[in-house]
């Protein structure tokens, strides 16, 4: 279920939306929150972001495809992470702040977790 | 090696040898003496420096330029502010930052130093900057992205002088649209303090200034171990939120 909405929780950031490379304000909205539940698509473990893209279910049955900003693969690699800490076919959660053109299905700063909400450890 | 050759030759026969001699030996009682004095000067600025938010705060559209060191622009840089958009900034097509922005990101720097240069290189962008240390002056050729920039060592610091940029669009930082010039000036004092390597650095650009700015920060020693990464901005992925923007022109 993908729902976008006032914000209404906590989003715990733990994924910088770019390590500093650009400001995320004029892309995506941090007054409202979105959440998708889906399953991985593709993960590009790249500079100067990390993309993870996934497909979620809309609220009319319809599929969604989010593309999720992620920081650098610099940065995110000192935490850990590596191009396969997410694989292709992953259940996954995610909990960010939506793009802000119209039609989009963009995100960043989110909190991603699996499917269950236990976190995903870089070690993994 | 050749000093000491010179030094340890026998009496000279005719006087054209010994002419040739006592300048060779006068060479040797100088030239060391020079040497030593810039040796004592100069302070141990060589490692891999942690620019990341181990270290100090990370940079956005209030750091480093607070409210208390903000740019005063003039009505130029007001206008290009105005008009600015996002969308046109150079770096989702992976140009590489300049200073002051290069020097604030937050990542690794490694400074190696040589008698005649120091080498600055940056993780951010695959940057290297080159600080000549050997009294050569810039000539009109040599406008370019990232300057050209010489330095001395004085009072236990490396002051570096950076001019001949190129004009940039988003020249003074990667969040607040506003540009830099051929006119830009960078002013850079590099001193260890403790374990940090800290660093003062001025902005000038009459082009769109109305006075110099300044901040003050650190960089941490890198972990052990640590190498400096390649950055390979992926041009296709620098591009790719651009697409969440609402364009400010249609």
Known sequence: ?124 | MRMLETTTQTAPKHLAAWIFGALFLGLAAVVPLQAQEDTEAIPELSGLWDGSPRSRPINGPNMPWTSENFPVLNERGLAFREVFDEAISPKYDCVPSTPPALVYDPYMMEVVQWPDRVLLRYEKDDQLRTVWLDGREPTPQDYSLQGVSVGHYKDGALHVTTTHFTFDVTGFDDYNGIPSSQLKKITERYWREGEELKVTLTVEDELFLREPVSFTTQWKPGLEGYQLQAYECDAEIARYPVKFLVPKYR
Request: charged share 15%; hydrophobic share 40%; aromatic share 8%.
């Open chain 1, 1 to 124: 279920m993908a729902a976008v909405g006032a914000m209404a929780v906590v989003v715990a950031v733990t994924n910088l939306p770019a390590a500093a490379h650009h400001a995320s304000g004029p892309f995506y909205d941090n007054t409202k929150s979105a959440e998708a539940d889906g399953v991985v698509t593709r993960f590009l473990f790249r500079n100067p972001h990390s993309f993870l893209f996934l497909d979620a279910p809309g609220e009319n049955g319809e599929t969604i495809a989010w593309e999720i900003e992620m920081g650098t693969a610099l940065s995110m690699s000192r935490r850990g992470w590596t191009p396969d800490t997410i694989k292709v076919g992953d259940a996954v959660k995610v909990v960010g702040q939506p793009s802000r053109a119209p039609g989009t299905y963009g995100m960043c700063c989110a909190e991603i977790s699996q499917a269950d909400g236990s976190p995903i450890s870089p070690a993994n």
